[in-house]
């Protein structure tokens, strides 16, 4: 309530999650000194025992003296978004893993045809390093600058397809 944390000026610190208590207390020391608003994510323990994470902006608040009397902030609740941020940051690394671990050369070319991401499996088949193969676009791949048997606006509305070409290996050769 309202009156507990008037009452307890320490209720604040008790309640940030032990993980991260320390970190939160070196940057409120470091605001205090400098004068510069506080603002930082942490986790809090609510009453109840949950985990929630917040987003604490908070100005110091001068007295008639111009010396520090209290802050004067906000704590939003930004749990959802960082359990969204957690779920795609797995997302991500269950992706990458599985790119990297497969079998097969993998490209990945944004709709204008430029190479945004590439396997090792397909950087050793064409002879490729990675930092190479992204700087192309992908019709440099295809034998002659051929043009893919699909079209991006197709595959912007979601609809994909098979093309079978010859891919063009770095010292000109083809991969049938």
Not at 31 to 45: D, P, Q, V, W
Not at 60 to 67: L, Y
């Amino acid at each position: 309530t309202a009156a507990e944390w008037k009452n307890d000026p320490d209720l604040w610190m008790r309640i940030i999650h032990p993980d991260d208590r320390q970190r939160v207390q070196e940057e409120h020391n470091r605001t205090l000194l400098s004068g510069e608003s506080f603002n930082a994510e942490y986790r809090m323990i609510t009453k109840d025992n949950r985990i929630v994470w917040v987003h604490d902006l908070a100005t110091q608040i001068m007295d008639e003296n111009n010396s520090p009397s209290h802050w004067q902030g906000i704590l939003i609740d930004v749990t959802k978004q960082k359990f969204t941020e957690e779920q795609i940051q797995t997302s991500e690394a269950q992706y990458r893993t599985v790119v990297e671990h497969a079998s097969d050369g993998i490209i990945v070319a944004d709709l204008s045809g430029k190479i945004v991401e590439a396997n090792q499996q397909i950087c050793s088949l064409l002879g490729f390093s990675r930092t190479d193969l992204i700087k192309l676009h992908f019709d440099d791949l295809f034998e002659n600058n051929g043009k893919p048997d699909w079209d991006t606006n197709e595959i912007a509305r979601g609809r994909t397809g098979v093309a079978e070409k010859s891919l063009r290996r770095k010292d000109g050769t083809l991969v049938l």
